[in-house]
């Protein structure tokens, strides 16, 4: 095989894995983010043993992408080639990596304020029951159960690995923080956005049709309006406040 042959057709390998860490890394946000909903219920009335298993099965997936995704984002940037045909491919690669140990700071954010509650609010017995607290919140358990089970990523069906315990799932992100940033040590501020910072509020807003000045006249001048009807009748009692 010719080296021009090779080099295009790891060009197209690194693509494809790098299109799989992309949706993996969505599937993360998605499944992450629904932890947090359902961890928001713990200790509330609206607290059960389904609320426990969802988050049970939430925190599995989670760290079933979590395991894959790390693996291949240290091996995509470990293989990565130096020449500058391959510098887009860095950086995206570094991009990935950036949004990945974010994603896992926060989820571990959101693992010990559950492990916490979990501890507070045991619910072993049926008498645990009544130290809830009576949030008033309604049970939306299911809906956000049905967007986890809709969550899909490339390679779950491929590797199936037992979920640890919440305490050893805290310790093992951890250590997968640590590990991955001695192994690949990119810097966060040296990896560049794709798009301009607060690029929602850069667009032009659309002038409103009264200014403050405007609204404020128009309801002094209602109420002169009022006040001069309220004192027209001769036989109004109640008179007018000054």
Do not use: Y
């Amino acid at each position: 095989m010719s080296r021009w042959r090779r080099s295009v057709d790891e060009l197209a390998v690194r693509r494809r894995q790098q299109s799989e860490c992309e949706r993996a890394q969505e599937a993360l946000s998605r499944v992450t983010s629904c932890f947090q909903q359902l961890a928001a219920s713990l200790g509330s009335s609206a607290d059960c043993s389904f609320l426990r298993d969802e988050m049970d099965e939430t925190r599995a997936l989670a760290h079933r992408i979590c395991s894959g995704l790390s693996r291949r984002l240290v091996r995509l940037l470990s293989d990565c080639d130096s020449a500058p045909s391959a510098v887009e491919d860095r950086q995206a690669s570094e991009r990935l990596w950036v949004l990945f140990l974010s994603a896992l700071e926060s989820f571990l954010s959101d693992l010990h304020k559950a492990c916490s509650l979990i501890g507070q609010f045991p619910l072993t017995q049926r008498k645990d029951r009544r130290s809830l607290v009576n949030s008033g919140c309604i049970d939306g358990v299911v809906g956000v159960a049905a967007r986890v089970a809709s969550v899909q990523a490339p390679w779950l069906t491929l590797e199936e690995e037992p979920s640890p315990d919440l305490t050893n799932h805290i310790a093992g992100l951890e250590a997968m923080l640590s590990e991955m940033q001695l192994r690949v040590p990119v810097a966060f501020w040296s990896v560049e956005a794709t798009q301009p910072a607060w690029a929602e509020a850069r667009g032009e807003l659309d002038e409103p049709d009264a200014s403050l000045e405007d609204l404020m006249e128009v309801e002094v001048v209602s109420n002169n309006n009022k006040m001069a009807a309220c004192c027209q009748p001769p036989c109004c009692g109640l008179g007018c406040v000054g």
